[in-house]
């Protein structure tokens, strides 16, 4: 189906977005809902954005950078859950906030975003891709399931015999489609994963006006309590969309041709970023956006670059309702088998950012490993002689013992 024009806003990276189309009003309230050109499954997928990142500072509470891509989950989520039933499926759909949407509807929007957004603005790149690797030996995936996220979700369906190699290529295809900023997103194969479902995510957009680097200068910026560093500051004194209340600052930056933006919400001094966030989600964003008029604005803004890595989202995912879909009850029988018992094994996250004077470069990974529980793998025990021990030299025949000694220090000689 073609692209939905009217989408207001899907979140990328948590802070970036496409530009409302509407001429923003000069007051608002961040209470109410969202505008009337949002879709059910897009107002689902911003409703998600904000609560899964709730969850990974709760869970990740150090004063330290946070990134993830909520588009990047979301959509490897959804690959997912085409192989849901039962229980399982209703505890995905509550996660996914799919309150009343169908699998069709959820499929169909995904499909408009991944061909969609790509081509929303030639100032701004971005590549969204998808691919499935699964085990070709063994229980095989049902055909129905591949089709649905080959079709939907354009992704790459690969059987390979998951060897060491099969590592080897589903990193270079991460980083591939993130530009080499991300280079891995699985370390290595465990024997009873038999699929990984992979997302990429990669964004590169120029600021609409650029900041001018010689204006840059180093200023303070408070880490935490009394905690300061010096720090590159962006300088411009220009008109942009802004609030102000006793909440927050809020500004947008817009990138290339205006259909993609930054935004900055900046606590303010009596407030907190825990506090901003705790009434923050889809509807409130939405209606601050709204509330956003044309100022004239002096912006100091620090430039950054950083990595952020959740290595396993299921404490997260599990807290929005699917937790299910990580223990031996999970039902993934449209996706495999029933015999085979199928479940989510891991589901790994990582980002890459940096903003500087001309613009933004981000990028984002998911994967999700599926485990049979049903495949029994018998490995050989392995004995690690890594420490001191006993060693003992007999005849077999009469068990008589010839040499029995004590290794402390292989690399020690002896007279």
């Known amino acids: 189906m073609p692209f939905i024009q009217s989408m207001k806003f899907l979140p990328l990276m948590l802070l ?4 409302c189309n509407q001429k923003p009003s000069s007051s608002g309230s961040p209470d109410g809902k969202t505008g009337e050109d949002s879709t059910p499954v897009q107002t689902a997928q911003n409703q998600f954005a904000f ?3 709730k969850e990974v500072r709760r869970n990740d509470n150090k004063p330290s950078n946070k990134l993830i891509s909520p588009l990047s989950i979301y959509l490897d989520l959804s690959m997912a859950y085409n192989g849901a039933a039962g229980t399982t499926q209703k505890d995905m759909a509550r996660a996914l906030q799919l309150d009343g949407i169908q699998t069709r509807e959820l499929n169909d929007i995904n499909r408009a975003l991944v061909t969609g957004l790509s081509e929303k603005d030639s100032g701004v790149t971005l590549d969204i891709a998808s691919a499935l690797w699964y085990r070709n030996q063994g229980f095989q995936p049902l055909g129905a399931f591949l089709k649905i996220n080959s079709t939907y979700y354009h992704a790459k369906v690969t059987g390979a015999e998951f060897s060491p190699a099969t590592v080897n290529q589903i990193n270079d ?19 009873d994963d038999f699929m990984y479902l992979i997302n990429a995510v990669y964004f590169k957009g120029r600021w609409k006006n650029d900041f001018d680097p010689g204006k840059t200068q180093s200023r303070t910026f408070h880490i935490s309590g009394q905690d300061t560093i010096m720090t590159p500051f962006m300088i411009k ?3 942009f969309s802004y609030l102000q209340n006793d909440t927050l600052q809020m500004i947008e930056l817009p990138y290339g041709n205006g259909d993609f933006n930054m935004y900055i919400l900046l606590p303010s001094e009596q407030n907190s970023i825990s506090k901003l966030l705790a009434n923050l989600n889809a509807n409130s964003f939405t209606r601050y956006r709204e509330a956003l008029d ?6 100091r803004l620090p ?6 890595e959740v290595s396993n989202l299921k404490p997260e995912l599990s807290s929005l309702g699917m937790g299910s879909a990580f223990t031996l009850q999970a039902d993934f029988s449209k996706m ?3 015999s085979a018992g199928a479940l989510i094994s891991k589901v790994v996250h990582k980002t890459y950012i940096e903003v500087n ?9 998911t994967s999700i490993g599926i485990s049979l529980t049903s495949v029994r793998i018998d490995q050989p025990p392995l004995m690690d002689v890594n420490r001191p021990f006993i060693y003992i030299i007999a005849e077999k025949t009469s068990g008589a013992i010839l040499f029995i000694g004590e290794l402390n220090n292989p690399a020690e000689g002896g007279k």
């Not at 970036?16 to 530009?19: H, I, K, L, R, T």
């Not at 044309?294 to 912006?299: D, G, H, I, Q």
């Not at 004077?357 to 990974?365: D, I, P």
């Open 173 to 191: 295809w991460v980083a591939d489609r993130t530009h080499q900023k991300i280079k891995t997103i699985i370390e290595k194969i465990a024997p």
């Open 357 to 365: 004077e001309q613009g933004t470069e981000a990028a984002a990974a």
């Open 303 to 308: 430039k950054w670059k950083y990595t952020y």
């Open 16 to 19: 970036v977005a496409a530009q």
């Open 237 to 239: 004194e220009d008109r």
């Open 336 to 338: 495999y088998p029933p």
């Open 294 to 299: 044309s100022v004239k604005v002096r912006l």
């Open 51 to 53: 609560k899964l990142f």
